[in-house]
């Protein structure tokens, strides 16, 4: 009763308005298309968007409404039976929303797939959705895009500032402004749109990533190891960590092992990244330490004790590339640093290729940009033999030849803009 009472509901809906997003995807038959991202990112305003050109031969499905809870993935093609019985065309477009929370849901959708007839949508907000941890599941028939918070352009859009082609200085400031207030409070839509609480909010998402995508999700026995990680990640995000790092931080409160599988835990949230140091060999490449990003910046309000522009920019500009990555699939980002301790940011790698190193500080000038800064820079692209060098600040833009190399000095709203 509760499965024909939800899908009644949804022939008769109306949809809702929504912020439109920039991310496209495929249309395919022979292929699901899946949607990975943190809680509250959009995901579901996303399937709107997708869904609103021909609603009527679409079936969305909300595996977080009460009628589907415990839906079993043998019932999926029921469901699809009786969307057509209700409404009296074939469901053409089936949309499962956090279908992760279906047991063996793969099996289903591979089913489903087998017949040729239907489009196949997928969000989740567990990383396991992405098509390399899903290639045994549905045998390499899955496109994985990442849904994340707002992207800056995303941003404007909602707050309804329309940019002309070429900003006044009037203009420029005024994005400026925007952008502070963009990595003060990220770009979790509701928090965007919300004019007072988004603090509380904020500290409302990190409590439900908490509970319902790491502790609950994994049944784990440790409610404190899980809180304890979270809140060191957003503490300190944009920086090196190692899993050694934090056992030191513990004592002997719990074992190695039960840290590292509570830290791939925590990462499987998306509420954070992991980015790997970059290395020609594989197993350099996936030891640790690693460098951790938050999937929003406004998260970092939860347990910062100071503002940190400079790491603020650096995370905005990773979750940039993350969102470039989707148009870019051989596309891969890691940090650079060499025994002298010199570092690198990002190191922007497609295939075998290098393409890109670029470097983040909170500098206006460039008298203001420290030269350790440029230093790991050059060093970095002697090393991968890179030539495309990018400095992005926040308002100091040049192009300069320093000891033989090109080096491009960006302004970060120019960049997200671009």
Sequence with gaps: MGFRDYVAEWIGRALPRFVRRELEVPVRFDRAVSVIGPRRAGKTYYFYQLIEPAKEDSLYLNF?????????????????????????????????????????????????????????????????????????????????????????REYLAAKKVALSRYMSLDETARVKHLLREYLEYGGFPEV????????????????????????????????????????????NFAREFSVNKVLGMLGKQFGKNTVYSYVDMVRDSVAVFFVDRFSKKVYQRMSWPKKVYLCDTGLSRVGRFSVDFGRLMENAVFLQLVRLSN???????????????????????????????IQVTYATGFDEIDRRELRGLLKAAEATGCRNLHVITWDYEDARRIEGFNVVFTPLYRWLLT
């Design 64 to 152: 977080e409404d009460t009628r589907l809870i415990g839906v079993s993935y043998k019932e999926l093609r029921s469901l699809v039976r009786v969307f057509e019985e209700i409404s009296g065309r074939p469901a053409v477009r089936i949309f499962l929303d956090e279908v992760q929370n279906v047991e063996r849901w793969e099996s289903a959708v591979r089913e489903l797939l087998d017949t040729g007839r239907y489009q196949i949508y997928v969000t989740g907000s567990s990383s396991k959705l992405l098509s390399r941890e899903l290639a045994t599941q549905l045998r390499g028939r899955v496109f994985s895009y990442f849904m994340l918070p707002f992207s800056f």
């Design 192 to 235: 965007v749109l919300e004019e007072v609480e988004k603090d509380r909010i904020l500290k409302e998402y990190s409590e439900m990533m908490l509970y319902k995508d790491i502790v609950e999700r994994h049944r784990l026995r440790s409610l404190g190891l899980a809180r304890l990680l979270l809140a060191f990640f957003l503490q």
């Design 327 to 357: 148009r870019r699939p051989l596309m891969e980002v890691f940090y650079w640093r060499d025994v002298e301790e010199r570092q690198v940011d990002f190191v922007v790698r497609e295939g075998v290729e290098v393409r890109e190193l």
